[in-house]
């Protein structure tokens, strides 16, 4: 039985325990010398007053317990649900107190759970690369991320605004206004008025599930479409590449069969033939090699190398075409260039690239000179000529591929493809490659690639 209702008890049998008891007094004596109605009026007064007192006390305890309550529902209010209710006592009063309290920490729950899955959303959304924005069926917009904000430049305030306020790019405008009336999704292309160099996608569907309100998904595709179209000038550069000593092989090939009687005009255009030929196997070579080389098939080999040496090893290569230019190639290697860990063949590479095109780019009687450093971990590798040079609009691009500064300038047996290599292979290394003017003319490349750091000198 609970307390509060023994103590209910307790007084009424208290009160009726009185009753009888002056009826008792009364009977035995007491009415000799009190009337019986005197006594009784005394004895109901008796209990009258003790219930009294009991019920006053009782209705002050409940009093402050429904106080102490609502004080803590206050609390509640406020939002202060961090201490624990207090014991509510296992009454009535206890029992809808502890129900209360128990649906209020219940929301507090879901509240802070809700919390955290927008919190989290919005982190996604924050990260996306990908704009996102929603538009309410009212027509305002209900949610912007980053990326939408950048690529349609909305402001910052603009959540909770009319869509046609805050989206002040046309296209999209209609494409939504379509969207809320209850038109299909669609895809829009378009670039914005105030960068027309970036294309973007708007992908446009009505709120999942709801099916009310607009949500729009931004892609910006200008990096997807210039892959593209390096995809496609790539095609169309080998496929050009290649016709040219196609075609001339094609036609001295008929030229030898109609007209098979001289011998040195035979001679001449099997020599043409296989200049083209070459030139054709060194071009589907270095294609392959670039291909080999973005596939990430190439993998680099350290050991020990003597840079000096390497170096040294691909002018004598070239002595002959050197001589026949009357150049004047001049090497050079810095202390600390012997045994450090490189990939030699890569290296190789390098180098032979960058000292074929200053010999082929250098004017007759002109100077070539490489030198090799160690600065401190890194090996640098300078190839200067005081050949053309090139020209500064022209600098950023010579790296790409088949980029010719001057298509007539082109050497007979280039490629286009060399310096594309060269950049890959600097890469590889995790260094690089770069090319400037020389102030008395010519050109000066030079390549840093970052070598293991030397083990000490025992
Ligand atoms: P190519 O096979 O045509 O030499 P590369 O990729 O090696 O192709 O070089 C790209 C272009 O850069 C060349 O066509 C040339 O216009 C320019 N170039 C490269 N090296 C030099 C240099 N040392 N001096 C002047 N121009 C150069």
Not at 182 to 188: A, D, E, I, R, V
Request: no cysteine; glycine share 10%.
């Amino acid at each position: 039985m609970r307390s509060d209702t023994r103590l209910t008890i307790f007084t009424a049998a208290a009160g009726v325990a009185l009753l009888a008891l002056g009826f008792v007094w009364l009977v035995l004596g007491g009415g000799a010398a009190t009337s019986p109605g005197v006594a009784v009026a005394l004895a109901a007064g008796l209990a009258v007053i003790t219930a009294f007192i009991t019920a006053s006390a009782l209705a002050a305890r409940y009093r402050n317990r429904a106080q102490a309550i609502v004080d803590i529902g206050r609390r509640y209010a406020l939002g202060d649900l961090s201490r624990p209710g207090p014991d509510y006592g296992d009454d009535d009063l206890g029992m809808a107190a502890r129900a209360l309290d128990a649906a209020v920490h219940e929301q507090e729950r879901r509240i802070v759970s809700l919390a955290r899955d927008r919190a989290r959303m919005q982190a996604i959304l924050g990260s996306m690369v990908e704009g996102v924005l929603v538009v309410d069926e009212s027509g305002r917009l209900q949610l912007v991320n980053e990326a939408a904000r950048r690529m349609l430049r909305i402001e910052s305030d603009a959540a909770g605004r009319p869509y046609v306020e805050a989206l002040r790019h046309p296209g999209v405008v209609e494409h939504v206004g379509r969207l809320l009336t209850g038109g299909p999704p669609q895809t829009l292309e378009f670039s914005t008025s105030r960068d027309a160099s970036r294309e973007l996608v708007a992908r446009l569907a009505p709120v999942a599930g709801t099916g009310r309100g607009v949500v729009v998904v931004l892609h910006d595709v200008t990096d997807l479409k210039r892959a593209d179209q390096i995809r496609r000038d790539f095609v169309a550069n080998v496929s050009h590449e290649l016709r040219t000593p196609l075609t001339a092989i094609r036609g001295y090939a008929e030229a030898l069969v109609d007209d098979s009687e001289d011998p040195e005009a035979r001679r001449r255009f099997l020599e043409i033939i296989q200049r083209h030929a070459t030139r054709m196997e060194r071009l589907v070579k270095d294609l392959l090699r670039l291909a080999m080389l973005d596939a990430g098939k190439e993998m680099l080999e350290t050991a020990p190398a003597d840079i000096g040496a390497l170096v040294q090893g691909i002018v004598d290569d070239m002595a002959t075409a050197a001589a026949a230019k009357h150049l004047r190639v001049a090497t050079s290697a810095g202390p600390g260039t012997k045994g450090l860990a490189v990939d030699a063949a890569k290296v190789h590479d390098i180098v032979r690239n960058l000292v074929e095109n200053a010999i082929n780019y250098t004017q007759p009687g002109g100077d070539v000179a490489i030198a090799a450093t160690a600065e401190g971990d890194v090996l640098v590798i300078t190839v200067t000529d005081n050949g053309p040079g090139i020209p500064p609009e022209d600098l950023g691009r010579v790296f790409e591929r088949f980029y010719r500064v001057d298509k007539s300038r082109g050497r007979p047996g280039g490629t286009g493809l060399g310096l594309a290599i060269v950049k890959h292979l600097a890469d590889l290394h995790g260094g690089s490659v770069t090319v400037e003017n020389r102030a008395l003319g010519g050109a000066a490349f030079t390549v840093r690639l970052p070598v293991a750091p030397r083990a000490p000198l025992t």
